[in-house]
């Protein structure tokens, strides 16, 4: 069983950055999943915003384009979410996943709060 827990949220004023970390326990093998960053907005669905694959490449919501940048450190068994140039529509609820062929694994997430 993989768990996940997200750090990095807070609240910070439109224009500025935080960079949220995932870091994964329960697992020897973290650099098989695709890890990925997720955001929950009230009255809105949940989105994706970024993945990275356990292969390296990444993928972007186009919203988050060249604002927002997704790495791993699989030594760390860690992903982070660099945010820059954060909107007060970035506001929401951020939450990491880990994913292998059927299995998937949910962190509890991180507020992050834009204001503007």
């Known amino acids: 069983q993989v768990q996940l827990v997200e750090s990095g949220g807070g609240l910070v004023q439109a224009g500025g950055s935080l960079r949220l970390s995932c870091a994964a326990s329960g697992t020897s093998s973290f650099s098989i999943y695709d890890m990925g960053w997720y955001r929950h907005a009230p009255g809105k669905q949940r989105e994706l915003v970024a993945v990275i694959t356990s292969g390296g490449t990444t993928n972007y919501a186009d919203s988050v384009k060249g604002r927002f940048s997704i790495s791993r450190d699989n030594a760390q068994k860690t992903v982070f979410l660099q945010m820059n140039s954060l909107k007060s529509e970035d506001t929401a609820v951020y939450y990491c996943?880990?994913?292998?062929?059927?299995?998937?694994?949910w962190g509890q997430g991180t507020q992050v709060t834009v204001s503007s």
């Open positions: 996943k880990a994913r292998f062929i059927t299995r998937e694994y």
